[in-house]
């Protein structure tokens, strides 16, 4: 099993290269810092404990536009941790988030064009780039209480085309 130690001088340059997953979830966990909808959350998946540890201390000392950030409590996974970033929601938080994407490129290696995301419960992944974060992530409380009721309005009519689908192919037989 492969152990970190804390790096407790602060990061340097590839310190969690290999550690951090390129993938972003944005808005799938609720905020501890106030109402999801002005408040976007993002988790990070990180290669053991006390890499995501540093990472906490290094995104909190380092940006004064996030509100807080943690580590799960529980693996995810064997020896993942989930870190949880959250940032007050307003029309320029694409510009912080990418900020902190620029500085996380040299600690995790991870360039900025591999970045992806997912919104809330979606299962598709996007490039993290303006345009689809713009397009995806709700901008301001309002934004955000309608996409969540959209999004929750079309799966519930997914799933129950699904289950008519599934109730005609028993009828007919296929199934």
């Known amino acids: 099993m492969n152990k ?6 602060g990061l340097q340059a590839d ?5 951090v997953d390129n993938t972003i979830h944005i808005d799938e966990y609720n905020s501890k810092m106030g109402d999801p909808s002005d408040v ?5 998946k990180v290669k053991d404990l006390m890499p995501a540890t540093d990472l ?15 580590v799960s409590t529980g693996e995810v996974a064997d020896n993942e941790r989930l870190v949880f970033v959250e940032v007050q929601r307003r029309p320029n938080v694409y510009k912080y988030i ?3 994407l620029d500085d996380l490129n040299h600690l995790t290696g991870v360039n900025r064009g591999d970045w992806k995301f997912r919104w809330y419960k979606s299962n ?3 490039p993290m780039n303006e345009e689809n ?3 995806s992530v709700p901008q301001n409380p309002a934004q955000y209480e309608e996409s969540v009721k959209s999004f929750n309005r079309v799966k519930s009519e997914t799933e129950k085309l ?3 689908i599934d109730a005609i192919k028993k009828l007919s037989g296929i199934i």
């Open 124 to 126: 598709e992944y996007e």
């Open 133 to 135: 974060f713009t397009k």
């Open 162 to 164: 699904n289950s008519d």
């Open 40 to 44: 976007v959350t993002l988790s990070f």
């Open 15 to 19: 310190d969690l290269k290999y550690l």
């Open 98 to 100: 990418n900020e902190m």
């Open 56 to 70: 906490v201390s290094f995104l909190e000392n380092g940006y004064d536009f996030i509100l807080d950030a943690d």
């Open 4 to 9: 970190h130690n804390q790096l407790n001088e």
